[in-house]
């Protein structure tokens, strides 16, 4: 008996000697995206309607264009994808950055090439913008 409780102790002080630790991270509900985004970032919001595929046929043709642009934006200094929504009627996707419309410039021959084509981007002031500029195709 007295083995097993050495054993546990040993490896204890072993975990701690060795840097090991147990992190917790409490996260919280976040259902505003600009909590992470100050009202002034620049975004770029790229929409793809269903048509004749789901939204989920979408996500997955065009998963590697979306690492393309991220790393567009990022190598070019101009920003990073946030995130996408998936809908009934489509499936969206949202960079932020410092410019929307260079953003756009970098965004625009990446999804040229895509699998799928856009229908609508929007360039916004913050998310909450009221007066976006619309491109559609």
């Known amino acids: 008996m007295i083995?097993?409780?050495?054993?546990?102790?040993?490896?204890?002080?072993?975990?701690?000697v060795s840097g090991c630790s147990l992190t917790f991270q409490f996260v919280g509900d976040d259902d505003?995206?600009?909590?992470?985004?100050?009202?002034?970032?620049?975004?770029?919001?790229?929409?793809f309607e269903t048509r004749?595929?789901?939204?989920?046929?979408?996500m997955a043709a065009l998963e590697s264009t979306e690492y393309r642009a991220a790393g567009g934006l990022e190598?070019?200094?101009l920003g990073t994808i946030d995130g996408n929504d998936v809908g009934e009627d489509g499936y969206e996707l949202y960079f932020v950055g410092t410019d929307a419309a260079a953003?756009?410039?970098?965004?625009?021959?990446?999804?040229?090439?895509?699998?799928?084509?856009?229908?609508?981007?929007?360039?916004?002031?913050?998310?909450?913008?009221?007066?976006?500029?619309?491109i559609r195709r």
Do not use: C, Q, Y
């Open 103 to 134: 953003m756009w410039k970098v965004l625009e021959p990446i999804f040229a090439r895509a699998p799928a084509s856009w229908d609508r981007v929007e360039l916004l002031k913050g998310l909450e913008d009221p007066r976006p500029t619309v």
């Open 3 to 16: 083995r097993r409780w050495r054993l546990a102790v040993l490896l204890l002080v072993g975990l701690l």
């Open 75 to 77: 190598l070019a200094g």
């Open 32 to 47: 505003d995206a600009t909590a992470d985004h100050p009202d002034d970032d620049a975004w770029v919001m790229v929409v």
């Open 52 to 58: 004749n595929s789901s939204a989920a046929e979408l």
